[in-house]
């Protein structure tokens, strides 16, 4: 059985930084592209960051987040890590852990369909 399950959410200042941490089991994890979604209240959930197989060769990032956050995973603790920075009050959402089918291609996928493992969502409040 595969479980997802993130952490590290919680209240922070806008300019501040926070890390998300996603625990994977049960699965090919270093050949799984990961990925983080979020949705905010009243909104549809939404591509964060993502990044592909393996080394993690290539990652993905949606423009409202680019140069602020960054993703990385180690395939030895069957981990990967949504780094936030320069946090915005709209950053405040829900934050989806994702894990991709296997796949050993070098795509960092953005589409939620591509995904099909996910975790319960950690709450992250950016307070002005």
């Known amino acids: 059985q595969v479980h997802v399950v993130e952490s590290g959410g919680g209240l922070v200042q806008a300019g501040g930084s926070l890390q998300l941490s996603c625990a994977a089991s049960?699965?090919?994890?270093?050949?799984?592209?990961m990925g983080w979604f979020r949705q905010a209240p009243g909104k549809e959930r939404e591509f964060v960051a993502a990044?592909?197989?393996?080394?993690?060769?290539?990652?993905n990032y949606a423009d409202a987040v680019k140069g602020r956050f960054g993703i990385s995973r180690d395939n030895a603790k069957n981990t990967v890590t949504l780094h936030m920075n320069r946090l915005k009050p709209e950053d405040t959402a829900v934050y989806y852990c994702?894990?991709?089918?296997?796949?050993?291609?070098?795509?960092?996928?953005?589409?939620?369909?591509?995904?099909?493992?996910w975790g319960q969502g950690t709450q992250v409040t950016v307070s002005q």
């Open positions: 049960g699965l090919a994890f270093s050949r799984s592209a």
């Open positions: 990044i592909s197989s393996w080394s993690g060769f290539t990652t």
């Open positions: 994702a894990a991709g089918r296997v796949d050993d291609s070098a795509s960092a996928y953005s589409e939620q369909s591509d995904y099909a493992y």
